[in-house]
């Protein structure tokens, strides 16, 4: 299986900042990478999919970027809706994997 | 739009079935371009793929190792309802369980509110 990790597993910052979380996997899958937002008692939602294309719909202050085994999700500017817990997911191989979450809230 | 619906009990003894069905509406649930997914979440284990089953000139399913022995995934295409059995359970298959639509074999689009199930006796 490809493992996903994910840094950091928590972030506090201030509204209007910058917050950028990696993740990593333990082996090369291109750009088959997707980043979902979760909030408390609801489904992941996809935000971003083939590392680097926004969802439709989703605010463009969401970003993603990176290839190979290294991959960065950059909110540019933190707002108090995007308080949730944010995970990476890789589509290279069965099984399909999540990162463990980084939990961004508000400073 | 499409729609994911949940349901089933949220309680299951151990060494029973857990049975919990997806109604989809809004797609077509033979089309090449999607799969349709079950997916868990417990603080133990994360975001867990289960499975996956999709119609491409005939249906296929796909299911993690972890499971593979115990799960049967299945999409009744005359109701639109996609089911999920994990027989045998024990309690560390308690956890929120989706059902999800991929999207082009990559990415999940769409989702089922979530079902809580407990393993307990």
């Known amino acids: 299986d490809i493992q996903m990790t994910q840094s950091p597993s928590s972030l506090s910052a201030s509204v209007g900042d910058r917050v950028t979380i990696t993740c990593q996997a333990s082996?090369?899958?291109?750009?088959?990478l997707n980043w979902y937002q979760q909030k408390p008692g609801k489904a992941p939602k996809l935000l971003i999919y083939?590392?680097?294309n926004l969802e439709t719909g989703v605010p463009s202050r969401f970003s993603g970027s990176g290839s190979g085994t290294d991959f960065t999700f950059t909110i540019s500017s933190l707002q108090p809706e995007d308080i949730a817990t944010y995970y990476c997911?890789?589509?290279?191989?069965?099984?399909?994997?999540f990162g463990p979450g980084t939990k961004v809230d508000i400073k | 739009q499409v729609q994911l619906q949940q349901s089933g009990p949220g309680l299951v003894k151990p060494s029973q079935t857990l049975s919990l069905t997806c109604a989809i509406s809004g797609d077509n649930v033979s089309s090449n371009n999607t799969a349709w997914n079950w997916i868990r979440q417990s603080p133990s284990r994360g975001l867990e793929w289960l499975g996956r089953?999709?119609?491409?000139?005939?249906?296929?399913?796909d299911y993690a190792l972890s499971v593979k022995s115990r799960i049967t995934i299945n999409l009744d295409t005359s109701k639109n309802q996609l089911s999920l059995q994990l027989h045998s359970v024990t309690p560390e298959d308690t956890a929120v369980y989706y059902c999800?639509?991929?999207?082009?074999?990559?990415?999940?689009?769409?989702w089922g509110q979530g079902t809580l199930v407990t393993v307990s006796s």
């Open positions: 089953t999709y119609y491409r000139s005939k249906w296929y399913n």
């Open positions: 997911q890789q589509y290279d191989n069965l099984p399909r994997t």
């Open positions: 082996q090369d899958i291109s750009n088959y």
């Open positions: 999800a639509r991929e999207q082009w074999l990559a990415y999940f689009n769409y």
């Open positions: 083939d590392a680097s």
